[in-house]
């Protein structure tokens, strides 16, 4: 009985001869010891990125009282991902005065090792981002080859990584071996079912190029094996290119745009006077705090308790103040005993870019928002915008220029826009394109 030759039963069987017609053990070898050392490479490198991710955050949030190695305001972080649950971590970097008050036995011993001192919140962060900056405190460099064999091994948990990656070498071992029994299996079925599967003629083997060249099978799967990982890098590429985006420093002090230009309707300019007249918009020197917190000393207003913005928290920063400027409470007076408080800057050109305030606010009437986003709705300050070259340019291309009552462009609009022949002019047709306006 010979059902096969005739019936769609004998598909499968047709495919696979094909398959190992062209594919025979010595070349399956060559390919999938080419994809597991792309795999590797490619595994490698994505762990790279963690632990580069992780570096930024770790520098923007925690490097303010964490080190690796060394105990500072808080613990050493060097290996901390091993001490505790991840979920755990998640939460306590989240928000740890949460966890105290909730009465968490390991937050509280934590918290009075370190003399009750309480770790800033951190809502915003996502356990993706928490993984990174684990990555990165867990991140031991590949050490140097030549290692002196009586040297007890570290005993961090950087292992774990190189765990993972002999854990993922005897899968492909595994599977390796696995494929050729199914290869040997399946040879000794077609056998059996009378499948011709002998190479027709046995003379020289086509060079490896023909044979993937001609299975298309293969190249379906190089194909798709190419564009995800070219996919993976442009797009890392492009979060590398925007990076400072969303960048949220811990200030010195925590001072909340929220309360100040949100909640007490302080203007913007009460503080950042410059940005009207001159290049810089600049920060506020701490003697125009004192107009108002010289009678300010206590904080009352809306409590964020979840994220651990209580009122006594917020008067600690207020004291904070107080503690910089050398005021003396009790007598109101101040003592002379100044200690200068370092803002961390958020926004930064590079040194090659010319940037004006006053241009943009006073000539060209745009909101500071347009540019700093919804900054009084902002807890803590951050990057909004990515300041790149084409987030200027998009702009310049969209915008028109503000002609009315701007005596500045009377004279030259009315050229331009004859040349032109347009009523409204944009910024580009008005230079804002040219490199040596933003370039020096
Ligand atoms: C304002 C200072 C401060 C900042 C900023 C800070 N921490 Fe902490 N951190 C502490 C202190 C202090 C402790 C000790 C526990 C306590 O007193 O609450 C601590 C404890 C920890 C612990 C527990 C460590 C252990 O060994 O028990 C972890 C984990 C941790 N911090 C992670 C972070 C991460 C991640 C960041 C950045 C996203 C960060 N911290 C930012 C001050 C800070
Ligand atoms: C009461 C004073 C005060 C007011 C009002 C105020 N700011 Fe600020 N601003 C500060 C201080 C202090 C800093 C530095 C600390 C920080 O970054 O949070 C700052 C920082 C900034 C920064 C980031 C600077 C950098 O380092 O790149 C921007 C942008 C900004 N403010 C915009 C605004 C806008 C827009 C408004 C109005 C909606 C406003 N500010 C109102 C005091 C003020
Ligand atoms: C125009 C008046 C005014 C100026 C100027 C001002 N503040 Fe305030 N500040 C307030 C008010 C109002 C509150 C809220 C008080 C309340 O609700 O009880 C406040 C609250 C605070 C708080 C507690 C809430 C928070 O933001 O963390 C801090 C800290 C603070 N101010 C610091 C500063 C610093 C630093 C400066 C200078 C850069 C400054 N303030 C300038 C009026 C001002
Ligand atoms: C057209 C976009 C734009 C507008 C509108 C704008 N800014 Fe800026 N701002 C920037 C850029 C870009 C920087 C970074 C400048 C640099 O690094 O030289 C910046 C920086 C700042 C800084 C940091 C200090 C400095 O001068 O570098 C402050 C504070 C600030 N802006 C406040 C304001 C305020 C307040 C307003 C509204 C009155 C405003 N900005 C309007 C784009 C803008
Ligand atoms: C929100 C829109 C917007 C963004 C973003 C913006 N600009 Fe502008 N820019 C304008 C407008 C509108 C004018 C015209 C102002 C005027 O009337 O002079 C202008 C004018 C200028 C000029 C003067 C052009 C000329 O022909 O004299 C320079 C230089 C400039 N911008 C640089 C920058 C740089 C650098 C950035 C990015 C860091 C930037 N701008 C981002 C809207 C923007
Ligand atoms: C409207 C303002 C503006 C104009 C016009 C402009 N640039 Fe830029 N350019 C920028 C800014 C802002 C950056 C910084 C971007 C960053 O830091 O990501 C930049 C960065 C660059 C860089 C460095 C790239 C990098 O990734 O660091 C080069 C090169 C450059 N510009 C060339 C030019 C040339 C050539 C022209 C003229 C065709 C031009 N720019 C016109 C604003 C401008």
Known sequence: MDFRKDTLLSLPFKLIEVFFRNLSSSRLTVLLTSAFTLFSIFFLFAQEADVQAGKKLFNANCASCHKLNKKAVGPALKGVSAKYDREWLYSWIKNSSAMIKDGDPQAIAVWEEY?????????????????????????????????????????????????????????????????????KTLKRIAFASGVDISPTVKEKRPPLWQVVAKNHFLIFLLVVGFLLSSAYFVYGFLMQVGIDQG???????????????????????????????????????????????????????????????????????????????????????????????????????????????????????????TCHGPVEEMEVMYQYSSLTMGWCINCHRETNVKVKDNEYYAKIHEELSKKYGVEKLTVAQMGGLECGKCHY
């Open 115 to 183: 003399n009750k001192v309480a770790m800033n919140a951190f809502p915003m962060l996502s356990n993706a981002d928490i993984d990174n900056i684990l990555a990165y405190s867990d991140y031991t460099p590949p050490a140097p080859v030549a290692v002196a064999s009586n040297q007890q091994p570290a005993s961090s948990s950087g292992t774990s990584n190189d765990l993972i990656l002999v854990a993922l070498t005897l899968v492909f071992i595994i599977l390796v071996v696995m494929l050729f029994l199914v290869q």
């Open 247 to 369: 960048y949220m420093p811990v200030q010195p002090i925590h001072y909340s745009h929220k309360i100040h230009a949100g909640a007490n309707q302080i203007e913007c300019k009460y503080c950042h006077s410059s940005a009207r007249v001159s290049k810089h918009s600049g920060i506020p020197s701490l003697n125009v705090c004192m107009n108002c917190h010289k009678n300010i000393a206590e904080y009352n207003g809306e409590e964020d308790i979840e994220n651990g913005y209580t009122k006594e928290f917020y008067t600690k920063e207020i004291k904070k103040l107080y503690d910089a400027v050398g005021w003396d409470e009790d007598n109101q007076a101040y003592t002379g005993n100044i200690k200068p408080v370092k803002w961390v800057r958020i926004h930064n050109l590079p040194d090659f870019v010319y940037f004006n305030h006053a241009q943009h606010v006073q000539v060209g009437d745009i909101e500071c928002q």
